[in-house]
Every structure is written in structure tokens, then in C-alpha cells.
């Protein structure tokens, strides 16, 4: 049986959680749900027989270690501050991790350790950063096999506002951290323009902004996001 360690279960965690389970039977997997909060852990396995939840304070290391070590592979939805201090510990105790934040490069320069042994760091396999990555690569290969020329691609990733949620200003129904959706700006943001790259401060990417219709939905106002150069 594979041990799947999925560490944090608030947020999005419940959705990856939840389908786990759900096939857990099927592939022979065991999911263990680790979380600070011992309650939501349970809520959210909800007695599975192919699941456990366990009370999980990521600071001690003991704990962290044992968790890590009785896996075989490591989904961790915690914040992005311990992006690297799991993926450390999944390298040195021979572990694969998946992640759903943008990588860290500290946690890049832990690939070639990992590839020697055998082991995957996958991150940014979320939604955004992740599926659209995925699927811009399946669009962009399909139109290279075709012998096609691209001269502009543009990817949008996005929450869209739901108008019945009044909850928050932007009308966001969220599963993840709202202040993220602000705070992204700091970064700052690069891309490539007619052959030219463009860098905008922090300060000035919420004044960068175009508008994007999207059927049936209405009109959007679009801004660059974060270092699209590394793509």
C-alpha cells in the first residue's frame, strides 16, 4: 500500500484530499491528512477507511521527520514559507513532494540531488501556477506539430468575481488566502512584448491593467502577473 502524506487540509487541501479518497481504494493508497488544527483533519477525512488524521505542528522537527519518513510521497499544501524545509527533508529521507506554490530557488537547486536519486520535487502544480502551464503547453505543441507560427500568446489565470458572494470587496468566493490575491502584486512583473521585455515595479502593476471580455460572463480588467520570463 502507498502512504500519501498530504500536510495542511484547510484551503484548497479538502478538494486533492477528498479525490484522494475517494480512489484510495482502488490504487491501494493510504492518506494521511496532517494538520495543526486536529479537528478539520478529521472533518475532512471523515473517517475514511483508507485515511488518518493526525495533529501536525511543522516546527517540530521530530514529528515532521516521522511523517515524512513513513511516506512515499509528500503533497504539501502549507504555506509557501516551508516550501523548502519539506522538499529538504523529502530529498534527504528519499521522498517525492508535490507542491502547489510558485518554486522557491532554493528548492530549484535541490533538483539535481533529487533526480540522482531518483526522486520528483514537482511544484506549481496547482491551478495558478499549474494547469494553465499545462495547458498552454498542450495548445503551443499541438500548433508546433502543425508546422504553425505563434506571434502572441497571452495566458489568464484568475479567480472569477461571483456577484451573489458579499463577503469581500471583490466578490471572490476563495479557497485560498485572499490577502494573496493583493499581495501577489508586491513581486513586481515581467514579460515579453513584441520582442521587448517589459519590467514593471511593484507599485506600478495594478496601473498596467487591459480589458478582456469573456463570453457570458462580461467585461474583466486583466494585469500582468509575477516573472512570465522564466516560461
Not at 481504494?25 to 478529521?42: H, I, Y
Not at 502549507?78 to 518554486?103: G, M, N, W
Request: with cysteine.
Amino acid at each position: 500500500m502507498k502512504n500519501i502524506v498530504v500536510l495542511g487540509a484547510g484551503q484548497s487541501a479538502p478538494f486533492l484530499i477528498y479525490y484522494l479518497l475517494e480512489e484510495a481504494q482502488k490504487n491501494n493508497w493510504f492518506v494521511t491528512v496532517c494538520d495543526r488544527d486536529l479537528g478539520l483533519a478529521r472533518k475532512v477525512v471523515n473517517g475514511h477507511a483508507h485515511g488518518n488524521a493526525v495533529e501536525f505542528d511543522v516546527n517540530d522537527t521530530a514529528q515532521r521527520h516521522a511523517q515524512i519518513q513513513k511516506s512515499d510521497v509528500v503533497v504539501n499544501f502549507l504555506t509557501p514559507t516551508f516550501q523548502y524545509l519539506i522538499a529538504l527533508d523529502c530529498v534527504r529521507f528519499k521522498k517525492h513532494v508535490i507542491t502547489a506554490s510558485y518554486e522557491n530557488p532554493r528548492v530549484a537547486e535541490l533538483n539535481d540531488d533529487a533526480k540522482a536519486s531518483g526522486l520528483l520535487i514537482l511544484n506549481e502544480m496547482g491551478l495558478d501556477p499549474g494547469i494553465d502551464h499545462m495547458s498552454a503547453m498542450a495548445i503551443i505543441s499541438k500548433i508546433r506539430e502543425r508546422n504553425g507560427i505563434i506571434n502572441s500568446f497571452i495566458s489568464y489565470g484568475s479567480g472569477l468575481p461571483a456577484p451573489e458572494v458579499k463577503s469581500n470587496p471583490l466578490n471572490y468566493c476563495i479557497t485560498w488566502n485572499p490577502s494573496n490575491v493583493v499581495t501577489a502584486g508586491d513581486a513586481g512583473a515581467q514579460y515579453l512584448e513584441e520582442g521587448k521585455i517589459k519590467i514593471l515595479p511593484y507599485h506600478q502593476v495594478f496601473n498596467r491593467t487591459w480589458d478582456v471580455e469573456l463570453e457570458g460572463l462580461g467585461m474583466f480588467e486583466a494585469y500582468p502577473n509575477r516573472d512570465s520570463l522564466l516560461y
